[in-house]
């Protein structure tokens, strides 16, 4: 199995990333959600983001995928500081971006941005596409008020959308237009990299496919680097380098994307990847249909997190008992103690 | 195989501004064998969830049902029902499921309250008797500990659950057919697969009919008998599963293969279908696909019936005269 | 899509919605040109022939004092609608900023401004007014406008703080944040905005409160004080000839019924017109 994507288009980087050479830096990132009132007895927290640490490299695509209630769109908010972190930390081109006060924060936003889910919402119904897509040029005074509407055409004309839109209201486009339009926001401020909050799970495929492609060509000709969260594989598959697993607020597996996808090492990955419904009956793989639900992120299970679910054939008390720690193993890094002899979906039908 | 439906030239209408009317469903035809799985696929606003509901005359006003329509369950002419005669043949003949399982559950009634309650709608039985079929249903969908989830309230289950428990209400009816309309949509996938499997199983085990609507070529592939693809308010092709995903031949169920990204194969880049789906009012005349299609040539500009790919294999599209053989033979739209 | 002028529009469609405006546009006009045709409403041409009957020269009659009793009608109109829309502008200022502030702020801030909200929702609107009023001999119209203003923006401040609590999830709010807009760039290019039609629909159905908040304290003498006309103040004059010249009680009456039915039917279209849902 070669560890490199067939056909990439894109320049693989290198496995070893020191924190020099990164983009992003995040370490042991913590986000815990308190709830309970001033006088009702404090509920234990929901444990969001439990310690999660990455790195994402200038010009590369990390993905985090999982399903809904992972805490993928947690980190995402986190790094941005669109919500607070409980702890960790988090190094954007040196920076600590945690312990920036509002000024500062405010001038790094320039440098770090964020495309959302709902293209219905991210608009503001009350403000033309063009006072949208000119509104970062005029917080951070990228230019002089007469050079904006041009700025706004070129913006409009690079995300594949006719200039004369500027002047339209939100109300007045496609979901797909509108999300073309949130990424031209998005890049009004130069930034160096982007987080995408599923960017495409809410379009129709086809324009799902015009929306992947549009991504792959600003990353392209504007050396983005994106933080790209989701929850679809195939999806995934079509845009990151590397791509990494979470559940329950962990990443439990983390590798280049063509290693990580041929030869997943944690059984939740394996999972994953089984449920992907693929487009061709006859390729019909052994599906793997985990039991049970997604246990709740404020009382996660004791031991490996996963272990409730699991159907690993060596699954024992030491799963229930000790947390498995990420650890390299056959190319990528899983936090499963019996990884090596995780089943893979060819085999694992009996399950 | 027996027949238990039959839609006919299916129009639905809307006000459209100016004393004019939009068709978002424009001459539709299929039938529905026992046992079998139909999936109507599309993309939004292709119409096929209103299809769905207009099976059983829950088309939302504004909209109508045109006169022309056929809609003929087993002897039963559909739309010449009303009133108590309409009502017994929803949930009690034709069940629905929907993509929202939150919404579709009332939240301040049990689980058990609610289930019941579909059974004593349809059937005349004691009450102990009703709550006991209740349990056996949760049992038929796949609900671990079925005593306790018939006390819980909606807002504590998961949406797995919660959509489980739709599809035990529309069991419990014990209807010939079963429409479900993006049941899993909703849903994370290692979710989806659990209750794919669930209605998969029912199918076989109870025999019922299910028209799965949904926009996943994906979900098709694994699940469905026949599969109609949908664009701008007509069925484009039809034909089986298995043809569909061998020889896929209007341009645009072409263009919806090349959309999808895939976790196994050779990895290239996407080939999308160019523009988006057009709003009913702005439908082409002729070929309705031809302003994104990439083969439209002279002859799109006149509107083309269903014609014979292959046996048993139809699109919309005037292609199939240059690779079809044989005889044309006409379906049941006259559009 | 101009939201204000869309829910403007939207109103005006409905029949309900019609009447309304109507309505509050005929008094509104008649208090503004109705003066300059009328007779001065302090004019009193035979103080001995008070009380006259409605009939030619006066439409509605005179009072006890023989004052015309439309012109002082039409000039109490002046006085109670400037009452009025003074009052519901300072107190859907008052709110809409409080709320804007609670909702986005969040915090302590919030916490702090809800309890000083929940508590002044406890105390009847009422029993401040008359306590504060009481301490004057003659009220000032302006105290009294910046009083009814002060002590009206409690529910305000809780409908936009809600609506501001829903507005912050939106997309777009998140987006600007992420541009590194500041807070008040947020609130005034963002929220307020979108908030503005539930805060159009609660100043537009406070102006009736307040106008018969206005005709209840200067009934009780604690409003507007005479000579200067107003409605409420009218109706208290009238009380000594309440049977033998009920004209001098009903027509100012009338008003205030007209006048308040009139903005609360313009005020619900509003809202059905914000929210279908209500309707």
């Known amino acids: 199995m070669s560890s490199i994507p067939p056909g990439s288009r894109f320049p693989v980087p290198g496995s070893a990333q020191n924190q020099r050479d990164s983009l992003l830096s995040v370490r042991d990132l913590i986000k815990h959600y308190q709830s309970g009132g001033l006088f009702g007895r404090a509920a234990p927290p929901v444990r969001a983001v439990d310690g999660v640490s990455f790195e994402v490299a200038p010009g590369e695509t990390l993905a985090l995928v999982g399903e809904s209630g992972c805490g993928k769109s947690s980190v995402g908010r986190t790094i941005l500081r669109l919500q607070e972190p409980t702890s960790g930390q988090a190094l954007f081109e040196g920076v600590d971006v945690f312990s920036l006060d509002r000024a500062a924060l405010r001038a790094l936003r320039r440098r770090m941005q964020i495309i959302f889910q709902d293209p219905y919402s991210s608009l503001n119904p009350r403000m033309t596409v063009g006072s949208a897509i000119a509104e970062g040029i005029e917080i951070h005074h990228l230019a002089p008020r007469q050079e904006i509407p041009a700025r706004v055409s070129a913006l409009l004309e690079e995300v594949g959308l006719d200039p004369a839109y500027a002047r339209r209201y939100p109300h007045e486009f496609s979901g797909g237009q509108r999300q073309r339009i949130g990424i031209a926001r998005a890049l009004a401020v130069q930034p160096a990299f982007i987080v995408c909050d599923e960017p495409v799970s809410a379009l129709d495929v086809s324009v799902q496919a015009q929306v992947l492609n549009l991504l792959s060509d600003l990353q392209q000709h504007r050396g983005l680097s994106y933080l790209f969260i989701a929850h679809d594989l195939a999806v995934v598959r079509q845009i990151a380098h590397r791509i990494a697993v979470m559940y329950l607020g962990r990443i439990v597996e983390e590798g280049a994307t063509g290693q990580l996808l041929s030869n997943p090492r944690h059984p939740y990955t394996v999972a994953l990847l089984s449920a992907v419904p693929e487009p061709d009956p006859g390729a019909r793989r052994s599906r793997i249909v985990l039991g049970g639900d997604l246990p709740s992120p404020s009382n996660p299970p004791p031991g490996c997190p996963f272990h409730t679910r699991c159907f690993h054939p060596l699954k024992n008390e030491r799963c229930r008992t000790e947390v498995p720690l990420l650890r390299p193993i056959q190319g990528t890094v899983a936090a499963c103690h019996y990884a090596e002899s995780t089943p893979q979906p060819e085999q694992a039908g009996a399950a | ?335 | 899509m101009i939201p204000l002028l869309a829910v403007l529009r939207s109103a005006w469609r409905k029949p309900r919605g019609r009447a309304g405006a109507v309505l509050l546009l005929v008094v509104i006009l008649a208090a503004l040109v109705g003066p300059w045709f009328l007779p001065d409403p302090l004019a009193q041409p035979d103080i001995l022939q008070g009380s006259l009957p409605p009939g030619p020269g006066h439409p509605f009659g005179t009072d006890q004092l023989n004052r015309d009793v439309l012109a002082r009608v039409v000039a109490g109109a002046r006085v109670s609608l400037s009452v009025a829309f003074l009052a519901v502008m300072l107190s859907a200022t008052l709110g809409a900023a409080v709320g804007l502030l609670a909702g986005y702020w969040g915090g302590t801030v919030d916490s702090a401004l809800m309890r000083l909200v929940d508590g002044a929702l406890a105390i009847p609107r009422l029993f401040i007014l008359l306590l504060v009023l009481a301490a004057w001999e003659r009220v000032p119209l302006a105290a009294l406008i910046f009083l009814i203003g002060a002590t009206g923006w409690f529910a305000t401040s809780r409908l936009v703080r809600a609506e501001v609590l829903r507005l912050r999830e939106e997309g777009y709010v998140h987006a600007a944040e992420a541009l590194g807009a500041r807070r008040v760039h947020v609130i005034l290019r963002h929220l307020l905005p979108n908030a503005a039609g539930p805060l159009l629909v609660a100043a537009t159905l406070a102006i009736g409160d307040v106008i018969l908040l206005e005709a209840g304290l200067s009934f009780l003498g604690l409003g507007v004080q005479p000579p200067a006309p107003s409605w409420g103040g009218m109706v208290l004059d009238s009380k000594e000839v309440l049977v033998s010249a009920p004209w001098v009680s009903i027509f100012p009456g009338l008003a205030i019924v007209i006048t308040v039915l009139s903005a609360n039917l313009f005020g619900e279209a509003l809202r059905d017109a914000v929210d279908p849902r209500s309707a």
């Open chain 2, 1 to 335: 195989m027996s027949r238990v439906l039959e839609v006919e030239n299916l129009k639905i209408s809307f006000p459209g501004g100016d004393h004019t009317r939009v068709y978002p469903v424009d001459g539709v035809s299929f039938q529905l064998e026992r046992g079998q799985t139909l999936a109507l696929v599309g993309e939004s606003g292709c119409g096929k969830s209103l299809t769905s509901l207009a099976l059983l005359q829950l088309v939302p006003p504004p909209g109508r049902i045109e006169t022309g329509s056929v809609i003929r369950l087993g002897d039963t002419d559909v739309l010449a029902l009303q009133g108590e005669a309409l009502r017994r043949i929803r949930g009690r003949r034709i069940g629905m499921i929907f993509q929202d399982p939150m919404t579709s559950l009332n939240p301040v009634f049990t689980v058990e309250d609610q289930i019941v309650e579909g059974i004593l709608a349809h059937f005349k039985m004691a009450r102990a008797k009703a709550r006991e079929r209740a349990l056996q249903l949760l049992q038929e969908v796949g609900i671990p500990d079925p005593e306790q989830r018939l006390k819980a309230y909606p807002h504590q289950l998961s949406g797995g659950m919660r959509q489980r428990v739709m599809i035990a209400i529309a069991l419990a009816a014990e209807p010939e057919i079963l429409v479900a309309d993006e049941p899993t949509t909703a849903l994370d996938v290692t979710v989806q697969a659990q209750i794919l499997e669930v209605l998969d199983r029912l199918r076989t085990s109870r025999g019922m009919a299910v028209l799965l609507i949904t926009h996943d070529l994906g979900i098709v592939a694994g699940r469905a008998d026949r599969v109609a693809v949908m664009y701008a308010g007509q069925i484009i092709e039809e034909t089986s599963t298995g043809r569909l995903f061998a020889n896929p031949s209007h341009p645009y169920t072409q263009g919806l293969f090349a959309s999808v990204p895939r976790i196994t194969g050779p990895l290239k880049r996407l080939n999308p279908i160019r523009g988006s789906v057009p709003a009913p009012a702005a439908w082409p005349s002729g070929c309705r696909f031809r302003p994104r299609c990439p083969k439209a040539f002279d002859k799109s500009e006149l509107e083309p019936p269903l014609l014979p790919v292959e046996p048993d294999h139809l699109m919309r599209c005037w292609l199939a005269e240059q690779q079809g053989a044989g005889t044309r033979q006409e379906p049941g739209t006259k559009s």
